[in-house]
């Protein structure tokens, strides 16, 4: 069984941990903090214990009545059993360069960091580069949100994709694809809206389309008012996250059209709207389409019905 690598430990990072503790896919799972966490092992133990919004742990795993599933076998080294499974607790390096994902055998790194999101900056960026995972042994780096090239002369390099699961992950080139974009919750949720459309006869023509997100407030919001920083052009974010509806933007339809191309002919628009839970993305798409052969009577026949049949028979 292959060993899997987690850089960060943050909401995402967390999240993938339960989940691979839970799938049992890999021997053993390799996590990338890059610092000292509390006053040891014991802080790490509880914080991967305890959710705020998911609750404990082995609750998640296997119910009301479960007993904790974590124990520390190696305070020093970082070592712990969770739920039978080995985990490493890396706390050195923070810049990817430098983990040493090849001394653990980690072939697979999912980079939950936030931080590292544009696949063009150089492998020895002084900052860090997603690439620098490469360097430290893995051999395939899955990013946990949508890559962002901040040089617009730039294209996206050839080793680099976007795949969404039941969408266009078929297209992974394992000789090929070396960083592996999972796009964003908001990007996965819109695609499995329009794909069955767009399969469908009767809805493959799509004129124009427009959605929102309902989105849970994020790491990149303001507990409080704050003043934005200098050159901050969208500051709606900087109102506190706790008594605001925030309406702000997404790349989610944009990025839409890196796993469904066909959505690149269509007006497509999209915002987010952000409200004061810790947990949710409710999205609503409007979609105007055009009959077939101006069918009035099918354009008609169109209704709840139909589209929920659609949406039936693709899932």
């Given amino acids: 069984m292959p060993v899997i690598g987690i850089n960060s430990l943050g909401r995402i990072g967390k999240l993938s941990l339960w989940h691979h503790v839970g799938r049992k896919y890999f021997k053993e799972i390799v996590v990338n903090q890059g610092r000292d966490i509390g006053v040891g092992m014991e802080t790490i133990a509880r914080l991967i214990e305890a959710d705020a919004t998911y609750g404990l742990l082995h609750r998640f795993l296997y119910g009301i009545k479960a007993q904790p599933c974590i ?3 190696d305070e020093k080294n970082g070592k712990m059993l969770i739920d039978g499974v080995p985990v490493t607790i890396l706390r050195e390096q923070r810049n990817p360069l430098n983990i040493p994902w090849r001394q653990y055998g980690a072939d697979i790194v999912v980079d939950c960091s936030g931080t590292f999101k544009d696949p063009t900056v150089p492998v020895d960026d ?6 620098g995972h490469l360097n430290g042994g893995a051999k395939v780096v899955v990013h946990s949100a949508p890559f962002k090239i901040k040089n617009k002369a730039l294209s996206t390099p050839d080793d680099t994709t976007t795949l969404i699961y039941g969408i266009n992950h078929t297209a992974f080139n394992p000789k090929k694809h070396l960083l592996v974009s999972a796009a964003s919750c908001t990007t996965t949720g819109l695609a499995h809206m329009v794909k069955p459309l ?9 004129l ?4 929102s997100t309902i989105h849970a407030v994020t790491n990149t919001q303001s507990v409080l008012d704050k003043l934005p920083k200098a050159g901050e052009n969208d500051i709606r974010k900087t109102r506190s996250i706790l008594n605001n509806i925030i309406l702000t933007s997404t790349g989610a339809a944009k990025a839409l059209a890196e796993v469904i191309p066909e959505v690149k002919n269509i007006g497509f628009m999209g915002d987010s709207i952000r409200v ?5 993305s409710l999205i609503v798409l409007n979609a105007t389409f055009q009959a077939r052969n101006n069918d ?9 019905k139909k589209l929920n049949d659609i949406y039936a028979k693709a899932a």
């Fill in 208 to 211: 124009t389309a427009s959605m």
């Fill in 71 to 73: 124990q520390i076998t």
């Fill in 126 to 131: 002084k900052k860090g580069s997603i690439r």
């Fill in 276 to 280: 004061p839970t810790n947990t949710l």
């Fill in 296 to 304: 009035k009577a099918a354009a008609a026949g169109l209704d709840t």
């Fill in 198 to 206: 767009l399969d469908h006869e009767e809805t493959s023509t799509i």
